[in-house]
């Protein structure tokens, strides 16, 4: 316990040592519990914060190092729990922007080389009533109080687009998405999409 | 003066993000607003 009341004193020379003794088994321990070497660093720098902070309280039932490396442990298997639960929206985000993933499915147009209406939207396809926009426009109107503002559907109303042969009234399929620009509004494009194509499958299971 | 080709849904689909922040050309946004009209 040479190292103990250096520390409770708050020792910069001991606690250079000790970090410079212990860092890399600490940093080998933190990345055995976390997805990265960068949260594995994480933990071993919150661990030596804990340990000057909780000094005082060490009641000497361990060695120093048992005890650091307990709250090691801890740390790090805390934080890699949360990190694994946790997708960066960032790193989806670059995903999208990295592809050339369509907006909408190449399937919901007609080919390229068609003799007629090439690349434009195939006719809706027979699927019974109600559609998954309609579904979920008619749920919504039933639990909002009469005369609430009714959101537009999303999506294209060019004439070939399925919701004009529906008869749904032109104007209400496309709205700005607020203030978005550039790459984020193309991701927020494509979400939409995603989301749509989502809703459709999970309402067709349903019917 | 040639006609401006048609857009087909397939090419409007992906621009409608840049046609709402007024990022098209004048040449796409007529063509983009002609497919609407139609």
């Known amino acids: 316990m040479q190292h103990l009341e250096p520390l409770r004193d708050w020792d910069e020379k001991t606690f250079i040592d000790l970090v410079r003794a212990w860092h890399r088994p600490m940093l080998h321990v933190a990345m055995a519990h976390t997805p990265s070497r960068a949260v594995a660093e994480e933990v071993v720098q919150e661990t030596w914060l804990a340990v000057l902070e909780g000094i005082d309280r060490f009641e000497q039932r361990s060695s120093l190092k048992t005890w650091v490396f307990r709250i090691l442990m801890n740390q790090a298997i805390t934080k890699g729990v949360r990190e694994r639960r946790t997708v960066p929206f960032s790193s989806l985000a670059s995903a999208e922007a990295s592809g050339d993933e369509p907006s909408v499915d190449p399937d919901r147009f007609i080919p390229g080389n068609a003799e007629r209406a090439a690349n434009h939207w195939k006719p809706a396809p027979l699927r019974p009533a109600p559609w998954p926009e309609e579904a979920v426009a008619s749920r919504r109107d039933a639990s909002a109080p009469a005369g609430g503002n009714r959101p537009v559907a999303a999506g294209s109303t060019c004439r070939h687009h399925p919701s004009r042969r529906r008869g749904l009234a032109r104007g209400r399929g496309l709205r700005a998405p607020g203030r978005v620009g550039g790459q984020s509004a193309r991701l927020v494009a494509r979400a939409r999409s995603k989301v749509r194509t989502s809703l459709a499958s999970h309402l067709e299971v349903q019917q | ?38």
């Open chain 2, 1 to 38: 003066m040639s006609a401006l080709p048609e857009m087909p849904c397939r090419e409007l689909v992906e621009i409608i993000p840049e046609y709402l922040e007024g990022g098209l050309s004048a040449g796409d946004r007529l063509r983009f607003e002609a497919h609407l009209g139609d």
